[in-house]
């Protein structure tokens, strides 16, 4: 038994790369703790080379529907719904504070499991609960 995930991420980047080394350094951490369905998500064309690609494993299911990350420069908006298990939303706000010093303030990570809201927001590299 899981729940459902409705996330909503709108963040200004300030270093990719860093980003990028982040994320995947989280993954290699975690990599026999958590299920990060990287074989499923391969399979779809998703890798962790990038940070489309790493948004895609962290904020979605992997073997949902595959959304598309808007960006535009620097800007990256990206939204989705899924169901996975209730572990799951500590993995993305964990991974939010990861990239956290990466990001320009006011990057925000909104999600709702179930009825709940979580709204986080960056500031000075910080992430603060809204």
């Not at 890798?47 to 990256?76: K, M, W």
């Not at 209730?86 to 990057?107: G, R």
């Not at 990570?109 to 590299?125: A, M, T, W």
Request: hydrophobic share 40%; proline share 2%.
């Amino acid at each position: 038994m899981g729940a459902c995930y409705s996330v909503n991420l709108d963040i200004t980047l300030r270093n990719e790369t860093a980003a990028i080394k982040a994320m995947q350094e989280y993954i290699k951490k975690e990599n026999f703790h958590i299920n990060f369905g990287l074989e499923d998500n391969r399979k779809r064309g998703i890798g962790i080379g990038t940070f489309a690609d790493l948004l895609q494993i962290f904020f979605s299911s992997c073997n949902g529907p595959v959304y598309d990350v808007l960006r535009e420069d620097d800007h990256i908006v990206y939204d989705s719904d899924f169901d996975a298990s209730y572990s799951w939303e500590s993995v993305m706000t964990e991974i939010f504070d990861c990239i956290a010093p990466f990001l320009e303030d006011e990057s925000s990570l909104s999600i709702y499991p179930d009825n709940e809201k979580i709204q986080l927001v960056v500031k000075n590299g910080i992430v603060l609960e809204v």
